[in-house]
Nanobody, 128 residues
Framework: VQLQASGGGLVQAGGSLRLSCAASGRAFTSTGNYDMGWFRQAPGKEREFVAYIRRGSGRTSSYADSVKGRFTISRDNTKNSMHLQMTSLKAEDTAVYYC??????????????????WGQGTLVTVSS
């Protein structure tokens, strides 16, 4: 499974960005068959959960408290892609954002250890 994240960049506080994650690979059937998530890692900090979307219809999603109401996760199974629409960006949203595919279901969706496949990350910088 290969994941390619894109869409990062430099934006002013209050602005918006849309991240995309393209999934491919011989073993990868469809984004609809997997739980997927976005995580981020700010300089000097640990990687943290941002958003999650459940396999299937994708109607079930969840967000970190810090982004709730500002970020929206979505998926396009026809294109094997996932997106993260980010609005009202703040300086503290500055981080490298990673998309991931969940392969373990022994814990909870916000745990990094539940995800085996990761994209290379895309840098989001929010200037204040």
């Amino acid at each position: 499974v290969q994941l390619q994240a894109s869409g990062g960049g430099l934006v002013q506080a209050g602005g918006s960005l849309r991240l995309s994650c393209a999934a491919s690979g011989r073993a990868f059937t469809s984004t609809g068959n997997y739980d997927m998530g976005w995580f981020r890692q700010a300089p000097g900090k640990e990687r943290e959960f941002v958003a999650y979307i459940r396999r299937g219809s994708g109607r079930t999603s969840s967000y970190a408290d810090s982004v709730k109401g500002r970020f929206t996760i979505s998926r396009d199974n026809t294109k094997n892609s996932m997106h993260l629409q980010m609005t009202s960006l703040k300086a503290e949203d500055t981080a490298v954002y990673y998309c991931a595919v969940r392969t373990l279901y022994s814990g909870t969706y916000y745990q990094i250890t539940q995800y085996d496949y990761w994209g290379q990350g895309t840098l989001v910088t929010v200037s204040s």
